[in-house]
């Protein structure tokens, strides 16, 4: 079974910047595309960013757009979400996923392997 550990998480200020990341195991990691979900305290899990199996296309929530991006490193079989001018409601658990196939997603519903989350707080 495909695992999903992400890393990265933490405490910044608001305006600051983190950077997430997601390793997979096994071999298959370039026949998935990515996504990155959040969920903040109180609220449904949201999607946040998208990117196909190869890397060419991405999407963003509207909330994100501008101030984050989603990359990935096939060989390293690792997928980043840069995140920039942090805003304090972007506190949330961040969730890295899976989905086989080509194209990315944005519903929850979509994706097939998930990792345990990882912390981010923005302080005012």
């Known amino acids: 079974q495909v695992q999903l550990v992400e890393s990265g998480g933490g405490l910044v200020q608001a305006g600051g910047s983190l950077r997430l990341s997601c390793a997979a195991s096994?071999?298959?990691?370039?026949?998935?595309?990515m996504g990155w979900f959040r969920q903040a305290p109180g609220k449904e899990r949201e999607f946040a960013a998208a990117?196909?199996?190869?890397?060419?296309?991405?999407y963003y929530t509207d909330s994100v757009k501008g101030r984050f991006t989603i990359s990935r490193d096939n060989a390293k079989n690792t997928v980043y979400l840069q995140m920039n001018s942090l805003k304090p409601e972007d506190t949330a658990v961040y969730y890295c996923?899976?989905?086989?196939?080509?194209?990315?997603?944005?519903?929850?519903?979509?994706?097939?392997?998930w990792g345990q989350g990882t912390q981010v707080t923005v302080s005012s």
């Open positions: 096994g071999r298959t990691f370039s026949t998935y595309a």
């Open positions: 996923a899976a989905r086989r196939g080509i194209l990315a997603a944005a519903t929850s519903a979509e994706y097939d392997y």
């Open positions: 990117i196909s199996r190869g890397g060419g296309t991405t």
